[in-house]
């Protein structure tokens, strides 16, 4: 909006408020109706005008007094009866479910987008599927709050819209589009989108993270948690797992992985008597054993509904890689994803290279620790009435919220 559109808009309020009273007090939030929602639907203001229109303000005015508060109404809020529809408010449960599946969208892509290696490849398919549901529950979004009657709602769309307009240049690199409606659309072409357009627009302090804020807030306003789960998976293999409430595997898996990583300290720690000397056999099965059940606890993390486990995978996924120097030593690699697995250099390792490995017991803790929290999420999770639609985080119902923090 431009200086004088904006003088021009507070004089012709002030001399509407001055002719009308206090009826009219309203009307700058259904103003943000009509700014932030601008494709030519501006049912909210046109609902308040006809309720104004009703009000014992008006209702007994003359036709022509009526007619020309009308039009002055209209021309300060840009309403067009060409283009006006019939549409209702939307509820605070609608726009509480569509920030939340937002909010989750795009929760979903940043993973996605932080995965990406800034020179590496990108999965066009596995990409499309995580924009086209970033980019529809977007608009679904701005669909809602734009029928917003909240205020704060409205105020909370509007700069919302503000930062897409902001982050046009970069969406567009990763080839979504901002349209005049402030609605996102995805390119059909993706061919030549790069992993480094991609962490730009929705990696850490991209776009998504201002989706991400703005959709808590608006999911707070409305009555909502604040807190989201993924849409769609963030894992950037073609062969993407389906979510699930696996709650009960999980609570078994992680007594088996912190059990496994007790038994690699316990042989490390014994080590240095004549009844315990090291003996590359038994040091293989025992780390055999941990890497199988650390894998296996890592899968269900993946497969878990609750974005909350999902997080904490990828906060253990990145802890290994960050110790991958150190697990080579003990003849265990560590892929990209986090996974560990016994190398054959593992026969010719010494009880030196075993102690650097896991002497101190870094590595096992941090695994431990993760298994404790997750435990914990499980537990807690269950007990407050955990709605495992992938589309909101907790049970609107239950209102209790329990979040360990990577």
């Keep these: 909006m431009t200086v004088g559109r904006t003088a021009r808009l507070q004089f012709n309020m002030a001399k509407v408020q001055t002719q009308y009273g206090s009826a009219l007090d309203k009307l700058q939030g259904q103003y943000l109706a009509g700014k932030f929602n601008n494709y030519g639907k501006f049912s909210s203001s046109t609902q308040s005008l006809n309720d104004l229109l009703k009000s014992n303000a008006l209702k007994n005015k003359s036709d022509i007094y009526r007619e020309k508060f009308s039009e002055l109404y209209k021309s300060i809020y840009g309403i067009d009866d060409s283009s006006e529809s019939e549409s209702t408010v939307a509820s605070s449960q609608s726009i509480k479910t569509a920030s939340a599946n937002a909010g989750g969208a795009a929760e979903s892509i940043?993973?996605?987008?932080?995965?990406?290696?800034?020179?590496?490849?990108?999965d066009i398919d596995a990409y499309k599927a995580q924009a086209q549901s970033f980019v529809d529950n977007y608009n679904a979004m701005i669909d809602k709050v734009g029928n917003s009657d909240n205020q704060n709602v409205l105020q909370k769309g509007v700069l919302m819209v503000n930062t897409g307009k902001v982050y046009t240049s970069s969406l567009k690199r990763a080839g979504i589009t901002v349209g005049a409606d402030n609605k996102l659309t995805l390119s059909d072409d993706l061919s030549k989108i790069k992993a480094s357009?991609?962490?730009?627009?929705?990696?850490?302090?991209?776009?998504?993270?201002?989706?991400?804020?703005?959709?808590?807030?608006?999911?707070?306003?409305?009555g909502g948690s604040g807190l989201f789960t993924k849409n769609v998976t963030s894992s950037n293999k073609t062969d993407s797992t389906e979510k699930t409430d696996n709650s009960g595997t999980l609570k078994e898996m992680t007594n088996a992985v912190k059990e496994a990583a007790t038994a690699v300290k316990s042989y490390i720690h014994g080590l240095g008597s004549e009844e315990n000397s090291f003996s590359a056999t038994d040091f293989t099965n025992t780390a055999k054993d941990f890497v199988n059940k650390y894998n296996s606890f890592m899968d269900e993390m993946e497969k878990s509904d609750k974005s909350t486990i999902q997080q904490k995978g990828t906060t253990l996924a990145g802890t290994a890689r960050a110790y991958k120097h150190m697990l080579g030593r003990a003849g265990i690699s560590v892929d990209e994803n986090g996974r560990l697995s016994i190398t054959d250099a593992i026969k010719d390792i010494t009880e030196n290279d075993a102690k650097y490995t896991f002497g101190n017991g870094a590595f096992l803790d941090k695994v431990t620790e993760k298994a404790n929290q997750v435990n914990s999420l499980v537990s807690s999770a269950k007990a407050m009435g955990y709605n495992s639609d992938r589309t909101a985080n907790y049970a609107y119902t239950s209102g209790a919220l329990y979040s360990v923090y990577a």
């Design 110 to 122: 940043k993973s996605f987008a932080n995965d990406l290696k800034y020179g590496g490849e990108v």
């Design 197 to 222: 357009d991609i962490k730009t627009a929705f990696g850490t302090n991209g776009f998504s993270d201002k989706v991400i804020q703005k959709s808590r807030q608006i999911n707070t306003l409305t």
